[in-house]
Structures are given as C-alpha cells and as structure tokens.
T-cell receptor
Framework: NAGVMQNPRHLVRRRGQEARLRCSPM?????VYWYRQLPEEGLKFMVY????????ESGMPKERFSAEFPKEGPSILRIQQVVRGDSAAYFC??????????????FGEGSWLTVV | AQSVTQLDSQVPVFEEAPVELRCNYS??????LFWYVQYPNQGLQLLLK??????LVKGINGFEAEFNKSQTSFHLRKPSVHISDTAEYFC????????????FGAGTRLFVKA
C-alpha cells in the first residue's frame, strides 16, 4: 500500500494519559500535515512538517500538543494529559515538496481518539 | 491568508436529481482549489482540483466544478446523484509556500434520498 498510513486507527485513553498518533507519508513525499476534525465539524489545520523540521505550527494548541517528523521513522503527533475535549479524528496528509508539479495533499484514513 | 466558505451545511436531494454544492474562497494571491469527499469514518478522498487552464474541471464519480475568478467561487456540481453520493464534501485551497498547507471549508453534508 503506497498511501498515507496512520496508526492506530482507534485509540482510547483515560483523562490524563498520553496519546501518540503515527503517520507514514506516501513514498516520495517529504511534507506531512496534521489536521483535527471534531465531531460534526470541519478539518482544522494543526501543523506541517518536513523531516526534522516544523514548518508551520500555527494551528497547534499551545499546551500539551507536539509533533515531530524525525529523520527516520514516521511522524508522531503527541498529546499529553489528554482531556475529553481532545476526542476527535486526527488526520495526517502528505505531499511532495513545493518544487514538485504535484501540489495536492493526500490523506490517511485517520486516527480516532476517544478520551474517557 | 486564505479562507474558504461553504455556503450550505446540509443539502438534501432526491436520487437522480442534479446538485450544486457552493464554495467561495478569499485570498490575496493566486491559489489552487480542491474538492474532497469524506464517507463516514473514513479519510478524505480527492474528487477534483483546479490548478490552471480550463475553468471547468471534471473529477471522479461524475462530479465537476467551475472556477470563477471574478466571483471567487468554485462550485461543485453533478447532473444526477446516486444514493452512494451521500457523504461530506469539503472545498479547500492551498498555494505553493514550499509545502502545500491546505485550508478547508466547514463542509457540506450531501444527503441523497430515494
């Protein structure tokens, strides 16, 4: 499967625990984007990263949320001390770099976080 | 900064009827335009996109959209819908900033009735 891979698909955490969501981009893609979709709402941009570099994190909550895209391995969205309001679907997307002709971002199937 | 407005949150329509889902965008620079579809509990799938050239673009599943620069619109249309078209549809914009940070509208839920 050459698509964007996200795991886990479903994650249940108790309030105060940590959630880690992983995303492997499509082959040849160097940029990763994270979006959050709250119930009955649209997609909100959170952050976008290149390998070892955060490009734009203007949509990230100031506390408890962090993202990384290491040189090796998947991108990780980390939520510390989760609260009920963090329950949402988290989508990862990837794209080639800006110099490429293809400017479309492609989505993974999402990770559904439920905080109990 | 760019923004996207989808004018209808829900659109109910009977099977085999035509449908138009409306989208307006705001940007001070040239942007690329997209429509994505999301089926329940799934990710977003690209329906079609406008980059340049002909203002009428055709996508998958019989959908098409028309770019209107003067009205800053990119409405999605289908001449005859099916029950299987029931889904959430998102209009989006991006531009080349080294990457492609994409901004989405709030979505329109298309509900096709038998």
């Amino acid at each position: 499967n050459a698509g964007v891979m996200q795991n886990p698909r479903h994650l249940v955490r108790r309030r105060g625990q940590e959630a880690r969501l992983r995303c492997s981009p499509m082959k040849g893609h160097s940029h990763v984007y994270w979006y959050r979709q709250l119930p009955e709402e649209g997609l909100k941009f959170m952050v976008y990263l290149q390998k070892e570099n955060i490009i734009d994190e203007s949509g990230m909550p100031k506390e408890r949320f962090s993202a990384e895209f290491p040189k090796e391995g998947p991108s990780i969205l980390r939520i510390q001390q989760v609260v009920r309001g963090d329950s949402a679907a988290y989508f990862c997307a990837s794209s080639p770099p800006g110099g490429a002709r293809e400017n479309t971002i492609y989505f993974g199937e999402g990770s559904w976080l439920t905080v109990v | 900064a760019q923004s996207v407005t989808q004018l209808d949150s829900q659109v109910p329509v009977f099977e085999e009827a035509p449908v138009e889902l409306r989208c307006n965008y705001s940007s001070s620079v040239s942007v690329y335009l997209f429509w994505y579809v999301q089926y329940p509990n799934q990710g977003l799938q690209l329906l079609l996109k406008y980059l340049s050239g002909s203002t009428l673009v055709k996508g998958i599943n019989g959908f098409e959209a028309e770019f209107n620069k003067s009205q800053t619109s990119f409405h999605l249309r289908k001449p005859s819908v099916h029950i299987s078209d029931t889904a959430e549809y998102f209009c989006a914009v991006n531009r080349n900033t080294g990457g492609f940070k994409t901004i989405f509208g709030a979505g329109t839920r298309l509900f096709v009735k038998a």
